[in-house]
């Protein structure tokens, strides 16, 4: 089993910038990408970043050019920089890992962070 710890949401301001940690732990054998999605309410879950274990990176448009995701697969930890957030962004965020054993790729989700950005 792997399990997945956000941390590092909140409230902040229009314009303000945060920073979400996502760490990995327990029988890891081999993370081939992480990932960060978010869920606003009445929404459905959707793809923010993505970045797999050699660092190819993904984002989605809504995105791009504000966060930045990395990835410190030493410390099996995905990272997600938010700069000039808007209301728009305000939801529960959650990581997701694509853990391989093998040729058998199992997916693990956090308990997610709540973002709300609001003045």
């Known amino acids: 089993q792997v399990q997945l710890v956000e941390s590092g949401g909140g409230l902040v301001q229009p314009g303000g910038s945060l920073r979400l940690s996502c760490a990995a732990s327990?029988?890891?054998?081999?993370?081939?990408?992480m990932g960060w999605y978010r869920q606003a309410p009445g929404k459905q879950r959707e793809s923010v970043a993505h970045?797999?274990?050699?660092?190819?990176?993904n984002y989605a448009d809504s995105v791009k050019g504000r966060f930045t995701i990395s990835i410190d697969n030493a410390k099996n930890t995905v990272y997600l920089q938010m700069n000039r957030l808007k209301p728009e962004d305000t939801a529960v965020y959650y990581c997701?890992?694509?853990?391989?054993?093998?040729?058998?790729?199992?997916?693990?989700w956090g308990q997610g962070t709540q973002v709300t950005v609001s003045s």
């Open positions: 327990g029988r890891i054998f081999s993370i081939n990408a």
């Open positions: 997701n890992t694509d853990h391989v054993v093998g040729r058998t790729h199992t997916a693990y």
């Open positions: 970045i797999t274990s050699g660092g190819i990176t």
